[in-house]
C-alpha cells in the first residue's frame, strides 16, 4: 500500500472519503474503493470491468499501449524464443525459472499424469457424435471432480500443487480424446516418450493401424502457440476460474467454468471464428466487401480476430507468431493456398483502413493461430480447445495463488437496480 489517496467529495453532503492509491511493481496503480459504501452510501459502476483491478498478482503483466506482456517478469518473446511450454509452466506455476533437476522432476511428473481414469474415457461415449468438443471438454475436466477426493483439500499446498499438475498434464489427452470420440476413432493412449505437444499431435492424429510420425516443425509450432497462450492475468476466463474458485468449490469444477467461459467468440473462440469467417468470405476478390460489413454499425458482422480489450497499439504475441505463420505455411507448402491468400488480403487491407487504424484493431493472436492450426490439419471445431490446453497453466497458476492469499474473500459484485420499484402481488383475475 501507498501512502497517496484521493479524496472523494460527495457534494450534496460534503462527505468525504480518502481512497488509497495502490501501487504495484509496474503499471498502473489502483484505487482503494473498499470503504466507500461504507464511508459515502455509494458504489462504483464499471459493467465489463474495463476499470477495475479484482486482485493483486504476481503472475502476468501487460501493458496494453506499449504491447508488453510478462510472464513473472519474463518477456513474452524471449520466453517464445528460447524457452519451452512445459518449462514456462513452471515458471508460471511457481514464480521462477527451474534448474535442471527441478525441470526434469516437473516434466517427469506431467508425463506421468497424462493417463486417464478409464473410468473417465467411458463418459465420453455418452456424448454425440457431433458435439463440440469444448462442450465435452468443460463436461469432462468437470467431472474430473468426481475423481480425486483424497487430493483436493485446497487448504494444503501440496493438494493444490497435485492438482495443477494433473490438470496440465491431462488437458491434452481429453482433448484429444473429445476429438477421437467425434471422428468415430479409438482414442489414443498418451506416449511418455515423447514432449508435450509431440505426444498431443500423436494423440490427436495416430491411429492404432499406422505407424505415425510427428513432424518437428508443427510440434515447434504448437509449443510455441502454447507459450503465446500460457496466461493473460485477469482475461474473461480466468477472472471466471477466479470467481468460481473464490467460493471454494472443487478445483477441477472451477477449471470447467473457465473452459465454459473461453469458448465466446469474444474470447477464445474467436480461433475458429476466424476460420468461419475467412471461409464465410470464401475469395480474395470478397475483401472489401467484408470490410465494409464490419465497419457498418447496423451490420452485427465484426471481422474476427481483430481488436482487443487490452492491446490497443498491437498484440505482442500476434507479432511473434505472425512470422511462425509464414514459416509453418512455407513447411506445409501452403503459401498459395488460396484460404491463406484471403487471409493475408484482409490483413493488409485492415492495417490500411481508416475505421481499423483509428480505432487501434490490429490482428491479435487468434488471427493467426487459427491460420496455422488449419495449416497443420487441426480440426477447426478443435482450435479453442487447443487454446484451453494452454491456458490451463494460467488458470492453475491463478487458482493456487488465490487459494494461498489468506485475505481471499468469495467475489461478490454488487448492481445498479433498474427493474420495477416495490409493488404489490396481484391476483391473476386483477391484472
Ligand atoms: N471488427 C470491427 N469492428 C470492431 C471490432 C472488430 N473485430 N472490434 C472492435 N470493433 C469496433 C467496435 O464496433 C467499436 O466501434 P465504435 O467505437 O465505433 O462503437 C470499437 O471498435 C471498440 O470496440 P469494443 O467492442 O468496445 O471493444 P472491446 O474492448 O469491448 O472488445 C474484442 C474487444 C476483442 C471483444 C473485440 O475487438 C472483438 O469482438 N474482436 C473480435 C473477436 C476476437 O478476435 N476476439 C479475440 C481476442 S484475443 C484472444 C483472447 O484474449 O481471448
Known sequence: MANKAFTLTDPESGRTSELPVVE????????????????????????????????????????????VLLYRGYPVDQLAEKSSFLEVAYLLLYGELPDQGQL?????????????????????????????????????????????????????????????RRMIA?????????????????????????????????????????????????AKALDVLFILHADHEQNASTSTVRLAGSTGCNPYAA???????????AHGGANEAVLTMLNQIG???????????????????????FGHRVYKNFDPRATIIRGYCHQVLEHMGMENHPLFELAMELERIALEDDYFKERKLYPNVDFYSGIIYQALGIPVNMFTP??????????????CEMQNDPGMRIGRPRQIYTGSPKRDYAPIDKR
Open 386 to 399: 487447443m487454446f484451453a490446453i494452454a491456458r490451463t497453466v494460467g488458470w492453475a497458476a491463478h487458482w
Open 24 to 67: 504495484g511493481t509496474l503499471g498502473t496503480p489502483g484505487l482503494d474503493i473498499r470503504k466507500l459504501n461504507g464511508e459515502m452510501d455509494v458504489f462504483t459502476y464499471d459493467p465489463a470491468f474495463t476499470a477495475t483491478c479484482s486482485c493483486e498478482s504476481r503472475i502476468t503483466y501487460i501493458d496494453g499501449a506499449n504491447g
Open 104 to 164: 526434469d522432476e516437473f516434466v517427469n511428473a506431467i508425463t506421468r499424469h497424462t493417463m486417464l481414469n478409464e473410468s473417465l474415457t467411458k463418459f465420453f461415449d455418452g456424448f454425440h457424435y457431433d458435439a463440440h468438443p469444448m462442450a465435452m471438454l468443460t463436461g469432462i475436466v468437470g467431472s474430473l471432480s468426481a475423481f480425486y477426493h483424497d487430493t483436493t483439500d485446497i487448504r494444503d499446498p501440496e493438494h493444490r500443487e497435485i492438482f495443477a
Open 283 to 305: 475469395d480474395v476478390s470478397q475483401v472489401p466487401k467484408f470490410i465494409e460489413k464490419a465497419k457498418d454499425k447496423n451490420d452485427p458482422f465484426r471481422l474476427m480476430g
Open 170 to 218: 491431462k488437458m491434452p489427452t481429453i482433448a484429444a480424446a473429445a476429438y477421437k470420440h467425434s471422428v468415430g476413432q479409438p482414442k489414443m493412449y498418451p506416449s511418455n516418450d515423447l514432449d508435450y505437444t509431440s505426444n498431443f499431435l500423436r494423440m490427436l492424429f495416430a491411429v492404432p493401424a499406422e505407424r505415425y510420425e510427428v513432424d518437428p516443425i508443427a
Open 255 to 265: 477449471i470447467a467454468s473457465g473452459i465454459a467461459a473461453l469458448w465466446g467468440p
